[in-house]
C-alpha cells in the first residue's frame, strides 16, 4: 500500500509565495517521476510540474519562470515552491508520484488527495 500525504496550502495575497510538500510512504521500491498538477472547477487537470528521479524538470506554461520543483530521494519527498502568485493559480493542487513496489512488478501512478490553494488579489 502507497500513500502520498500533501501539505502546505492555504491563503495568500496575490504576489506571495507558498511551498507545497508531498511525501510518499508505504510500500516503495523505487520513485520515477514525481509531480504536481491542478484543478480549477470548470477544467480540465493541468500539469504544473514533473520532477524526474535524476531531476531533470518539465514545467507548464502559465507557472514557468514563477514555480520551482524539486525532490529528495532519501525521504521519498517532492516540493513545489510557488512565487508570484496570482489569483488564476487557485486551483486544487495535486501530487503525483509513479511508484514501483518491488523490483519485479512496472511503475504505477499514485495521487494525493489534493490541496486547495487560494490567491486573493
Known amino acids: 500500500h502507497v500513500q502520498l500525504v500533501e501539505s502546505g496550502g492555504g491563503l495568500v495575497q496575490a504576489g506571495g509565495s507558498l511551498r507545497l510538500s508531498c511525501a510518499a510512504s508505504?510500500?516503495?521500491?523505487?520513485?520515477?517521476?514525481m509531480g504536481w498538477y491542478r484543478r480549477t472547477p470548470g477544467k480540465q487537470r493541468e500539469l504544473v510540474a514533473v520532477i524526474t528521479r535524476g531531476g531533470s524538470t518539465i514545467y507548464g506554461d502559465p507557472v514557468k519562470g514563477r514555480f520551482t520543483v524539486s525532490r529528495d530521494n532519501a525521504v521519498n519527498t517532492v516540493y513545489l515552491q510557488m512565487n508570484s502568485l496570482t489569483p488564476e493559480d487557485t486551483a486544487v493542487y495535486y501530487c503525483?508520484?509513479?511508484?514501483?513496489?518491488?523490483?519485479?512488478?512496472?511503475?504505477?501512478?499514485?495521487w494525493g488527495q489534493g490541496t486547495q490553494v487560494t490567491v486573493s488579489s
Open positions: 503525483n508520484a509513479d511508484i514501483l513496489q518491488n523490483f519485479f512488478g512496472g511503475p504505477s501512478a499514485y
Open positions: 508505504g510500500t516503495i521500491f523505487r520513485i520515477n517521476d
